[in-house]
């Protein structure tokens, strides 16, 4: 709805694709870039992005899609 601001929330998602810390500072840098990111925490291996704010799910792997990255259903691990 226009005008109603999503609640905080914690998200996170498996992400393939990253082999490097480039790769995982690249997504970090895409993720805290998009409007109502609060924190972003990327973890290289088992490859996962951990984010508050107010983002879904949706957003969240659209995000990791526009870094150039894979994002998995499930949790990492």
Do not use: H, I, W, Y
Not at 19 to 45: F, H, N, Q, Y
Request: hydrophobic share 40%; charged share 20%.
């Amino acid at each position: 709805m226009l005008g109603r601001k999503t609640p905080s929330k914690n998200l996170v998602l498996s992400v393939g694709g990253m082999t490097c810390m480039g790769c995982a500072g690249r997504l970090e840098r895409t993720v805290k870039s998009a409007p109502g990111v609060e924190s972003v925490e990327v973890t290289l291996e088992p490859g996962a992005v951990k984010v508050s704010g107010a983002v879904s799910e949706d957003e969240l792997a659209a995000l990791v899609v526009k870094a150039g990255f894979v994002p998995r259903p499930g949790q990492p691990g």
